[in-house]
């Protein structure tokens, strides 16, 4: 069993940056693809950006994020690099690997 913990959010001016971390633990084996969702209130649950494979890995971005979000991993961590910060990126973020999802972690992007 995988546990996923989460830290890093925050409220932050537009413009600004925030870098969203996920430890994995446990049978962290199933977690060589990993991801970052967000939820906004009223909506559904949409992915941000995936990881895939160790190492440097081959990364995809959710349009609405692409050059401005990076996912990485260092080792059992996932972090996702956010900057130029929109008040439309404020959500609940969580990480997940395989059928394991963290709490979540809520970012305000004030404009």
């Known amino acids: 069993q995988v546990q996923l913990l989460e830290s890093g959010g925050g409220l932050v001016q537009a413009g600004g940056s925030l870098r969203l971390s996920c430890a994995a633990s446990g049978s962290i084996l199933s977690c060589v693809t990993m991801a970052w969702y967000r939820q906004a209130p009223g909506s559904q649950r949409e992915l941000v950006a995936k990881?895939?494979?160790?190492?440097?890995?081959i990364t995809t971005y959710a349009d609405s994020v692409k050059g401005r979000f990076t996912i990485s991993r260092a080792g059992n961590t996932v972090y996702l690099q956010m900057n130029a910060l929109k008040p439309g990126d404020t959500a609940v973020y969580y990480c997940?690997?395989?059928?394991?999802w963290g709490q979540g972690t809520q970012v305000t992007v004030s404009s």
């Open positions: 990881i895939m494979g160790l190492g440097r890995g």
């Open positions: 997940n690997c395989a059928a394991t």
